[in-house]
């Protein structure tokens, strides 16, 4: 039968539809779009060259797949007439070309306009929505005109509805879709849940419109040079959907691996870094987790009471200091690379040939120091990771966290899903970031998002309670942005000191983005000597008297200081209502003013606060239950405020760094302590090329790579007080006036450095301190 014959009358062709080809249609469209979202997902950011690459992929992905594949292969599957070849529909390249470039170019804009924001807004959404819609409907109906053979006709009806179809199916998948996305609960099931919406917008606009569309007018002139068959047709828009496919599995395995790898950290001693943005919004990968390096596999102590790296431990304590010192660390990171390869071939050589008790106790005795290098070495791959500098990883948190492992399905089925404890443990680096920096991160691939809305992903990822981490970020958040230093002013505080069972010291802190110590800010700006003098009066004696003595007739006789005087009270009074009254009663008062490190101001460039201080040594049942206060490690706490005066010690660390870290029984005999001590840039001046040292390293003993000297512990030695009068201290005569002196303590090797030490001193000085009584 010829191709004129099989058309009556030259009329319309009737239509018929495979239903495989259909199917396959759809199947293909899903494919397009989950892989759109799936880089959607993925997008941080309107700015960078990894942003633009994933706009510009998921546009592909979803105009050349989900659309024009889709669409291609639908049209195969409609048979006009008998299914004679001759009187099937042809379609010429010029227009096939533009359908396929037009979409792409559409989407471009729409999934431009619906953004990256944490929570897209309705108008970005409903832009977004009807630009997808209108790139389904202008690629379907751009492709019809590439049809040669054919003159086509469209129901007006079918046309509107397939147009709403688009609209509506493609806003309410995108919208469904990014609401997901703000709330962190855009799982890879739910963005295959929006793809095969996104899927059904496309294929219920392509066949609401092919319904509607007859095809008459059959010329059999049409050349059929260069027309694809079906089969043809399909493998090509197969193989591009195949495309989609690997990135889909691409992107799944990508994912997978980083699930993996923060199962096994779940049980490793590991370094992450909390970047949180002007807003107090926290830094993320696309899949909710924070970006971290395995320090060692866990911490080996040298008793089973050591086997857990806690905020109070001495190599803790050394890295905390560390973290201030960053640009020094980054100096020896390479040298303490070299010695780690080294101790691990040796320490391989040695299990190799049977490592005996006395050999194994000597390697953890040194474990210290090995954990001190790998935590620098971490600390440098995780700056690369994050695309920073060493120097702007940010300071160490000051508390270590550890992993919970959840039960068993058996367990929880049963009804027991408690956690258990687990051997990991995470450190954190915290740093607050400016605009600029913020905007770079998310360029490069980084999300920032709000505390509440990653808790419970992150704490699932890292295996901690919920209501923990919670806590810890948000306490991470004001730690970044104003560690924990006094504002600006004349502060009256209570220091608390508390033993413990392990012989050591806490005391009483505030949280949040106060004070760090129980205090209350004096309206008073500057003590002067008349206010000194008052003040005097008042040494040894608890808050309740202070009281009584201010409000009494003679001192409501001082007219002049009446304003001081009202301050006191007031702000004294305050301070006592928030601490418990038997603590209250211990507390004594000195009248010595200390200059502590406070917050800069853009005000005043002065960084230093002056501090009035009541203070007592309580019992080791001492409670406060005012949940504004903790209490924290003494030693931990004088090492923040040390670092915060900025006294970093770096010479101190640069001698530690050459001796304990890197160099052990290496460096010649004939060379001193001092000649370390200077800075870490002096010392790489006399030392070996890189290459040198690490064959002179493999020329040491076992014995030279473990033994060392623990660093880092805080040692409280016996003092002396010395009044040293300080007139002309701009640090002081801002806040105190010109004719003032202040007391120091100074001791050798052993010399007070920060106010804590003063504090401490002045809670054992002679009338000061007052032993709590039974009651107490």
Request: net charge positive; aromatic share 8%.
């Amino acid at each position: 039968m010829s191709s004129v014959d099989s058309l009556p009358n030259g009329g319309s062709a009737s239509v018929s539809y495979l239903p495989g080809y259909i199917f396959l249609s759809y199947v293909v469209s899903v494919m397009g779009c989950t892989t759109t979202l799936e880089l959607l997902h993925r997008r941080t950011s309107t700015a960078g060259f990894y942003n633009w690459y994933l706009l510009l992929t998921s546009a592909i992905s979803m105009g050349g797949i989900g659309i024009w594949c889709m669409h291609f292969i639908g049209n195969r599957a409609i048979v006009l007439g008998n299914g004679d070849s001759h009187i099937q529909v042809m379609y010429s390249m010029s227009f096939t070309g533009v359908s396929f470039v037009l979409p792409v170019c559409v989407l471009l804009t729409a999934f431009y306009a619906a953004g990256t924001g944490e929570k897209a807004g309705y108008l970005r959404i409903l832009a977004g929505g009807m630009l997808t819609g209108g790139s389904v409907c202008g690629m379907h109906y751009v492709g019809q005109l590439g049809i040669s053979n054919y003159t086509c006709r469209y129901k007006a009806e079918n046309v509107a509805g397939a147009a709403i179809i688009a609209v509506v199916a493609s806003t309410a998948a995108l919208a469904i879709f990014f609401r997901w996305r703000a709330s962190w609960t855009n799982r890879w099931w739910r963005r295959g849940v929006c793809g095969c919406l996104l899927g059904l917008a496309v294929s219920g606009m392509h066949w609401t419109a092919a319904v509607g569309t007859s095809y008459s007018g059959h010329d059999p002139s049409a050349s059929l040079g260069g027309q694809l068959s079906r089969t043809q047709t399909v493998i090509i828009c197969s193989v591009l959907a195949c495309v989609a496919c690997g990135v889909l599995s691409a992107c799944a395995i990508a994912a997978s691996g980083e699930y993996r790898r923060s199962r096994i950290q779940a049980q490793q001693l590991v370094l992450a870094s909390v970047f949180f943005d002007p807003e107090g919004r926290v830094m993320v990968t696309p899949h909710a987790l924070l970006p971290t390096r395995k320090i060692v596999d866990r911490y080996l102590g040298k008793t089973f009471s050591d086997d857990d790296l806690t905020r109070t431990h001495p190599a803790f304590l050394w890295a905390f200091r560390a973290s201030r010192n960053w640009k020094l660390v980054k100096e020896v990171v390479p040298y303490m690379r070299d010695r780690i390869e080294i101790e691990d071939t040796t320490r391989e050589q040695y299990l190799a040939k049977g490592v005996d008790s006395d050999r194994e106790a000597e390697m953890v005795s040194g474990f210290d120091d090995q954990f001190k290098r790998h935590f620098c070495v971490a600390a440098h791959d995780l700056a690369g990771e994050v695309r920073q500098p060493l120097e702007e990883l940010g300071m160490l948190y000051d508390d270590v966290l550890t992993t919970s492992t959840p039960s068993s399905p058996f367990s929880r089925a049963i009804g027991y899903s408690r956690l258990r404890a687990g051997k990991g443990q995470l450190m954190f680096t915290v740093r607050q970031l400016n605009k600029q920096d913020a905007s770079r991160l998310a360029a490069s691939g980084f999300r920032f998002t709000s505390i509440d809305n990653v808790t419970t992903l992150l704490a699932r990822r890292m295996n901690i309670a919920s209501g923990t981490l919670d806590v810890h970020l948000k306490d991470m958040r004001d730690f970044a942005a104003f560690g924990r230093n006094f504002e600006p002013g004349l502060h009256l505080i209570s220091f608390i000191v508390r033993p413990t069972v392990h012989d050591r010291f806490e005391v009483l802190t505030a949280k949040g983005t106060k004070n760090p110590l129980p205090s209350m800010t004096l309206q008073t700006k500057r003590l002067l000597m008349p206010h000194l003098e008052i003040l005097s009066h008042m040494e040894g004696w608890p808050i309740a008297t202070c009281l009584d003595w201010l409000r009494s007739e003679k001192m409501q006789a001082h007219k002049d200081q009446s304003m001081f005087i009202e301050d006191l009270i007031q702000s004294m009074s305050a301070l006592a209502s928030s601490l418990p009254p038997d603590v209250n009663s211990a507390s004594r008062f000195s009248p010595r003013p200390l200059s502590a490190p406070c917050r800069s101001t853009r005000i005043s460039d002065n960084k230093t606060c002056m501090l009035l201080a009541f203070c007592t040594v309580g019992s080791l049942n001492t409670r406060v239950d005012n949940p504004d206060y903790a209490f924290v490690p003494l030693r931990l706490f004088r090492i923040q405020q040390q670092v915060n005066g900025g006294v970093t010690d770096a010479d101190g660390l640069a001698k530690e760094l050459s001796q304990g870290l890197l160099y052990s029984n290496i460096r010649s005999g004939s060379a001193t302590d001092s000649e370390f001590a200077s800075s870490t840039r002096s010392i790489f001046k006399i030392w070996p090329q890189r290459k040198r040292l690490r064959d002179r390293m493999r020329t040491v003993s076992q014995e030279s790579l473990t033994n060392s000297t623990p660093l880092g512990d805080i040692v409280v030695r016996r003092e002396v007080k010395v009044d040293v009068a300080k007139l002309s201290d701009a640090a002081t005569e801002n806040p105190l006036g010109r004719q003032t002196s202040i007391t120091v303590v100074e001791a050798g090797d052993a010399a007070a450095q920060t106010y804590v030490d003063e504090l401490y001193n002045l809670c054992y000085a002679p009338g000061m301190r007052l032993r709590p009584d039974s009651a107490f």
